[in-house]
């Protein structure tokens, strides 16, 4: 599922587009698992790749990147931050993220530096990859591009019946 939703949102970002409210309650999941990103009413296209969002615009704060909370400026860079909040939402199986944490009290840790731990049973190579999404600097953190390679790639070795393209 991972890999097809970062698969999708590399279409997203090779169109110039933004997502803005990337979250697995956005993700639909249809026969044989095959994953469809929904919910554009916050998608924007972009130019200079970036886009500033009005004051007073609502977000998901706990699945958006702290330069799109704080400052209303969003990327595609912000969507991999979204992204990485996702795949603990799937390592979970559908927790909120940042347990126990209300929203004034995440924007202050995250800006502070905080990152949720490894959540439990996740291998610590795909917590590895959340950390990259949750890069301060958004031109640190990954590409979609090779988030979905990266997916693709770990799938295919840690799962013997994985081929690539598969719904998992």
């Not at 972009?46 to 500033?52: A, M, R």
Request: charged share 25%; hydrophobic share 40%.
């Amino acid at each position: 599922m991972a890999a097809q939703i970062a698969d999708g949102m590399a279409y997203i970002e090779r169109m110039n587009y933004i997502h803005r409210d990337l979250r697995a309650a956005n993700i639909l999941v249809g026969d044989n698992l095959v994953c469809k990103i929904a919910d554009f009413g916050l998608a924007r296209l972009i130019e200079d790749n970036e886009y500033t969002a009005r004051q007073g615009a609502k977000f998901p704060i706990k699945w958006t990147a702290p330069e799109a909370a704080l400052y209303g400026r969003f990327t595609i860079k912000s969507d991999v931050w979204s992204f990485g909040i996702l795949l603990t939402e799937l390592v979970t199986k559908g927790r909120v993220p940042y347990p126990g944490m209300v929203n004034r009290e995440v924007l202050e840790q995250v800006e502070r530096g905080y990152r949720m731990p490894c959540p439990q049973g996740c291998p610590e190579s795909l917590h590895e990859l959340m950390k990259l999404c949750w890069k301060k600097d958004p031109d640190e953190r990954p590409t979609f591009e090779y988030i979905q390679s990266f997916l693709e790639d770990y799938f295919t070795a840690t799962e013997p019946q994985y081929q690539p393209g598969d719904n998992l």
